[in-house]
Antibody, heavy 122, light 111 residues
Framework: QITLKESGPTLVKPTQTLTLTCTFS??????????VVWIRQPPGKALEWLAF???????HYSPSLKNRLSITKDTSKNQVVLTMTNMDPADTATYYC??????????????WGQGLLVTVSS | QSVLTQPPSVSGAPGQRVTVSCTGS?????????VHWYQQLPGGAPKLLLF???HRPSGVPDRFSGSKSGTSASLVIAGLQAEDEADYYC???????????FGGGTKVTVL
């Protein structure tokens, strides 16, 4: 059974750096084909892809945010960490991590965390 | 403005058939990249509803179906039920943007 859970601060100040952790179980990031993605959703708005990381440490970032994002993995802890620099109130959103399935191309996201609402405010 | 265009809302009475469209371009759906659909119930996380245009993950009722043609894809809910009231998002890949793209979402309301 695959589960994922996001953790991190729920309130950050403008210009600060946000660090979010996705802790997962039921799969391993050392297995070929496996990936984890970060997606966010501002209140009342659509989903937005941020970044993903694969088992071989390949990383891909949203072109519009790549200068502010970094994604890393710790396979021993079954965790994926996303950092986003220079936070702005426009970054207020629910942040989700999800498991990427390799059953199709592009990879669909078949298991999701519950999400973490992050508010950016002074 | 989302790369994939969906109608903001669609509605139907219980038992009716509703269609949610997802319109893209030659760099995403038109380039024959697979389209996936997600259902997001109120207050919940998205759930994979269909993958690779028309395939249902285990546990998804067969009243949900999907198709793709040209630069558009469609999600059909046949026999609408009260529990289908949710937001629905399409997702694909865009070669010009080199990344994953989502539609703006469609709220399905059961009258």
């Amino acid at each position: 059974q695959i589960t994922l859970k996001e953790s991190g601060p729920t309130l950050v100040k403008p210009t600060q750096t946000l660090t979010l952790t996705c802790t997962f179980s039921g799969f391993s990031l050392i297995k070929s084909g496996v990936g984890v993605v970060w997606i966010r959703q501002p209140p009342g708005k659509a989903l937005e892809w941020l970044a993903f990381i694969y088992w071989g440490d390949n990383k891909h970032y949203s072109p519009s945010l790549k200068n502010r994002l970094s994604i890393t993995k710790d396979t021993s802890k079954n965790q994926v960490v996303l950092t986003m620099t220079n936070m702005d109130p426009a970054d207020t959103a629910t942040y989700y991590c999800a498991h990427q399935s390799d059953i199709a191309e592009p990879h669909p996201f078949d298991y999701w965390g519950q999400g973490l609402l992050v508010t950016v405010s002074s | 403005q989302s790369v994939l265009t969906q109608p903001p809302s669609v509605s139907g009475a219980p038992g009716q058939r509703v269609t949610v469209s997802c319109t893209g371009s030659s760099s995403n759906i038109g380039a024959d990249y697979d389209v996936h659909w997600y259902q997001q119930l109120p207050g919940g996380a998205p759930k994979l509803l269909l993958f690779a245009d028309s395939h249902r993950p285990s546990g998804v009722p067969d009243r949900f179906s999907g198709s793709k043609s040209g630069t558009s894809a469609s999600l059909v809910i046949a026999g609408l039920q009260a529990e289908d009231e949710a937001d629905y998002y399409c997702q694909s890949y865009d070669s010009s943007l080199s990344g994953v793209v989502f539609g703006g979402g469609t709220k399905v309301t059961v009258l």
